[in-house]
């Protein structure tokens, strides 16, 4: 897996757990089975600030911009299809062997693909 | 709400028993995450992201509910389905819990971002209320056979579902 790729995708876990710390109704549920959540990480915001300082620019700018326009700048590829938009992507990318070793964008959507097939 | 948990899956229907370790080899938190997501088929990469994102959502709160039950959990865009493993530790575990008790069991929960957050917290849900369930049944801790462990499962998810109804 291309290093770049797998910030991205740490990074956008990393967005997922602090969105789901600011979402009230989600923390409700989270305390109302037991779990006992901080308002506030200052570690995990640490460990952010850490993948970004490791993030080539120009991903960095096209992550936000993805993020801030879908909610979610990467998806899942299954079975050749674009988990964001749902285009089946070029059957040219779908063959290529080890495609996680390199940054790809669905052509359509343009968020950053992560091939799970 | 009660209904809609009920609504979403029962746990053991997609619970395989490869995905169950009887005896914990690993002692602290970070260990434990590492054993059991090294039980779910994914690469060697997907893991490593993995265990780095349960680790980080432990920095949210310890998801050591008590009553020596832990329930670390996720939601990462390296699992396509939802993936549960079971561990149980014979010696207890230290889980930074809210009752400081050592866990027994630990229920890992992974899931894709892509459904909508309530069914994973639905699921989550299930989960936390399985959890209490397995409490009444003694023979869970003591059990070295994964089938049986299974089978009791099952039993408290049926109980779950009848209380339910």
Redesign the interface.
């Known amino acids: 897996?291309s290093s770049q790729l797998?910030i991205l995708?740490?990074l956008?876990?990393?967005d997922?757990?602090l969105r789901?710390?600011k979402?009230q109704?989600?923390r409700k549920?989270?305390e109302?089975?037991?779990?006992?959540?901080?308002s506030h990480?200052q570690?995990?915001i640490q460990?952010r600030n850490e993948l970004v300082s490791k993030l080539e620019p120009m991903h960095l700018t096209r992550y936000e911009r993805l993020m801030s326009k879908y909610g979610?700048a990467?998806?899942?590829v299954?079975h050749g299809v674009c988990?964001g938009c749902f285009i089946v992507l070029p059957t040219g990318e779908a063959y290529q062997k080890d495609k996680?070793d390199r940054v790809s964008n669905c052509a359509n959507c343009g968020r950053y693909l992560?091939w799970?097939d | 709400m009660e209904v809609a948990i009920h609504q979403v899956m029962r746990l053991t229907q997609f619970l395989k028993e490869e995905m169950i370790i009887l005896d914990l080899a690993s002692e602290k938190k970070e260990d434990v995450i590492e054993e059991l997501v090294s039980l779910f088929p994914i690469d060697e990469?997907?893991r490593e992201?993995l265990i780095?994102?349960l680790l980080?959502?432990e920095?949210?709160?310890?998801?050591g509910?008590?009553r020596g039950i832990a329930?670390p959990h996720?939601?990462?865009?390296?699992v396509?389905r939802l993936m549960v493993a079971i561990g149980r530790s014979r010696r207890g575990l230290e889980f930074g819990s809210?009752d400081g008790k050592p866990v027994r069991i630990v229920f890992l929960l992974c899931a894709?971002?892509?459904p909508k957050?309530?069914e994973y917290?639905l699921t989550?849900?299930r989960v936390?209320e399985l959890s209490k369930e397995i409490l009444k049944n003694p023979r869970l801790f003591e059990t070295d056979d994964r089938a049986e462990f299974m089978k009791i499962l099952i039993r408290c998810e049926e109980h779950i579902d009848k209380g339910a109804k």
């Open positions: 897996m797998r995708i740490m956008h876990d990393v997922l757990l789901e710390l979402n109704e989600a549920v989270e109302r089975h037991g779990f006992k959540l901080v990480s570690e995990l460990a979610r990467i998806v899942p299954v988990g996680n992560y799970i | 990469r997907a992201i780095d994102t980080n959502r920095k949210l709160g310890s998801t509910v008590g329930i996720c939601r990462s865009l390296v396509d809210l894709p971002p892509q957050p309530i917290l989550l849900g936390a």
